[in-house]
């Protein structure tokens, strides 16, 4: 994983800027395994502690359950589909819209919520 990583061209200027397709690049470059939670995990995580930015949203087992019942229309199957798909900047972006649809505009915004869906529907 590391290797795939390293490899990814201006890999740190790319996700200091915030870039959504470095999920998608991680997650499919480990041969037949879809490592889209890890990947959107590593680059929050990146972001948050070494740019204290807050441009990714974490996709997991917990977000796929509970997210559905705080976004109008959006269903656990969507989100797989945006799984398989790689489809990373649509699940990042209803993530956005939820937050700008209720004038959540705090710091860290993004953890915050993932904090919140942990806590409330674990």
């Known amino acids: 994983m590391a290797k795939v990583i390293l ?3 201006a890999f740190d200027v790319r996700l200091a800027a915030g870039d959504p397709e470095l999920v998608n690049i991680i997650a499919k470059n480990v041969g037949a395994i879809n490592m889209f ?3 959107s995990k590593y680059c ?3 972001n948050v502690e070494v740019y204290h930015r807050d441009d990714y949203s974490i996709f997991d ?6 997210l559905p019942n705080y976004v109008d229309g959006l269903s656990k199957h969507k989100l797989d589909v945006w799984r398989s ?3 990373y900047v649509a699940f990042n ?3 956005g819209g939820l937050l700008d649809e209720y004038n959540i505009h705090i710091p860290f915004r993004r953890r ?6 942990w806590y409330a529907n674990r």
């Open 7 to 9: 490899d990814i061209p």
């Open 37 to 39: 939670s890890f990947a």
């Open 44 to 46: 929050t995580y990146h």
């Open 61 to 66: 087992g917990i977000v796929k359950e509970s």
């Open 85 to 87: 798909e790689y489809n």
């Open 93 to 95: 972006e209803c993530i």
């Open 112 to 117: 915050k919520f993932d904090h919140f869906l």
